[in-house]
């Protein structure tokens, strides 16, 4: 039997939820859908099995998120999002995976290993700051959720999973510059 | 940048590199299986092909016999 990784892409947020702008326009609902469409083509060129969570600007609440990953079976769990501060100088790319979700600690290792292999060719290509792998639990006390991590969407799902912070939409450089080239030299 | 097409295909790109990398044995697999159903799928059109010149052969003979008893 030949096995075929099953790949679940997240692209975030969507539908209702496109309030997550650029100082110059940039709505991360649409440009994170861009890139999970244009994945896919990618990966089943390269012989992944694969899932998206929306396919056009609809509402998906993060459970639901996690439901279809746990449902389709999936191998891997890729969440797309770019991010954002209060701070307009903050800048670069990471990556979070999960660490102890609703399922224990089983899928920690994997994750932790895709999500380094993820963020250094990010970093490799785009020429972006390196923020880093990463990691949050809930501490808050008394939550029956305490010591689990913190986003729902891999606490929920029965795989590894990661979820790739693609730049800052509230950097105007990152978010307007035209060309990535004109980045990466700099 | 993030509203560039460029970059979110350099972004895809990049996250399609690192998932081949992390699972190096996916395209292989995946070229393996389709050998597999390119093998079956030949075998079936051999076994096509078999079953219509069988056919052809015995329309012949039913076209030889016809003939011997036409006046």
Same mark, same amino acid.
């Given at each position: ?10 692209? &975030? ?8 702008? &650029?100082? @110059?326009?940039?709505i ?9 469409l ?6 089943? #060129? ?7 969570s929306?396919e056009? =600007? ?16 999936? =191998?891997?769990f890729v969440?797309?999002?770019?991010n #954002? ?6 800048? &670069?790319?990471? #990556?979070?995976?999960s ?9 920690h ?5 895709? #999500?380094?292999?993820?963020? @250094? ?5 785009? &020429?972006?700051r ?6 949050r639990l809930?501490? @808050?006390?008394g ?5 689990m991590?913190?986003?729902a ?11 790739i912070e693609?730049?800052?939409h509230?950097?105007?450089t990152e ?12 | 940048?993030?509203?560039s097409q460029d970059?979110?295909? %350099?972004?895809a790109?990049? +996250?399609?590199?690192?998932? %081949? ?10 070229i393996a !299986?389709?050998?597999k !159903?390119?093998? !079956?799928?030949?075998?079936?059109? +051999?076994?096509?092909?078999? %079953? ?17 008893f !036409?006046?």
């Open positions: 039997m030949v096995w075929l990784p099953r790949i679940f892409i997240d692209p &975030g947020h969507g539908g209702k939820d496109r309030t997550n702008r &650029g100082p @110059t326009g940039y991360e609902a649409d440009g994170v859908l861009d890139i999970a244009r994945l896919r083509l990618l990966l089943q #060129a390269a012989g992944f099995l694969v899932h998206l929306r056009t =600007d609809s509402t998906v609440n993060l459970y639901d998120r996690s439901s279809k990953t746990n449902n389709w079976g999936a =191998d891997l969440s797309i999002h770019t #954002a501060h209060p701070n307009p100088s903050a800048n &670069g790319v990471e #990556a979070w995976h660490l102890n979700g609703e399922w224990g600690g089983q899928f290792a994997e994750a932790k290993r895709v #999500a380094n292999i993820v963020q @250094t060719e990010l970093v490799a290509r785009t &020429g972006l390196d923020r880093g792998i990463k990691t809930i501490e @808050t006390a939550s029956p959720i305490r010591g991590d913190w986003y969407v891999i606490r929920r799902t029965k795989c590894p999973a990661i979820i693609a730049g800052f509230t950097n105007p978010e307007a510059c035209s060309s990535l080239k004109t980045i990466s030299k700099k | 940048m993030l509203k970059y979110q295909q %350099e972004i790109d990049a +996250i399609a590199a690192s998932l %081949e990398k992390a699972y190096p044995k996916a395209r292989q697999e995946r !299986e389709l050998m !159903e390119n093998k !079956e799928l030949a075998q079936n059109i +051999i076994q096509i092909k078999t %079953e219509r010149d069988k056919l052809k052969m015995a329309v012949k003979r039913i076209q030889e016999v016809v003939m011997e !036409e006046p």
